[in-house]
């Protein structure tokens, strides 16, 4: 589930903030994540050279979730999103970011951002 909710997200977010722009939330999203659950610290969000976010981040979060009981990986999953989800609307809009993702995942955030009177 992580990896395709992954996908689906880099494929309508990396037209809008490019592909390394995407990668680079979402690893930051990851590091965020890790000071509340440790078994994503083996994970590196940072190529060796510092210049690059490794493309097997995913993979490396869908084995750390393999390794935990459903109950946790749906919360650490979670976390990591909604990390990224919130690093994400700083960066282009709660509005933008809400209809992008309602497009990809139409069961996400059914209700949407509040609406401002």
């Known amino acids: 589930m992580a990896a395709r909710t992954y996908a689906a997200l880099f494929q309508v ?3 809008v903030i490019g592909p390394a722009g995407f990668r680079a ?3 930051r999203s990851v590091k965020l994540a ?10 590196r969000t940072r190529a060796a050279s510092q210049e690059t976010v ?4 995913i993979g490396q979060i869908v084995t ?3 390794s935990l009981g459903p109950a946790a990986a749906t919360e650490l999953a ?11 609307t700083k ?3 709660e509005t933008l970011v ?12 059914a209700t949407g951002p509040e609406e401002k009177k």
């Open 13 to 15: 977010l990396a037209p």
């Open 25 to 27: 939330l979402f690893a």
């Open 34 to 43: 890790q000071a509340h659950h440790p078994s994503l610290s083996s994970i």
């Open 54 to 57: 490794p493309d097997h981040v």
């Open 64 to 66: 750390s979730l393999t």
């Open 78 to 88: 979670t976390e990591v999103y909604a990390m990224f989800y919130e690093l994400l």
């Open 91 to 93: 960066f282009i809009g």
């Open 98 to 109: 809400h209809t992008i993702v309602q497009g990809a995942l139409p069961t996400v955030g």
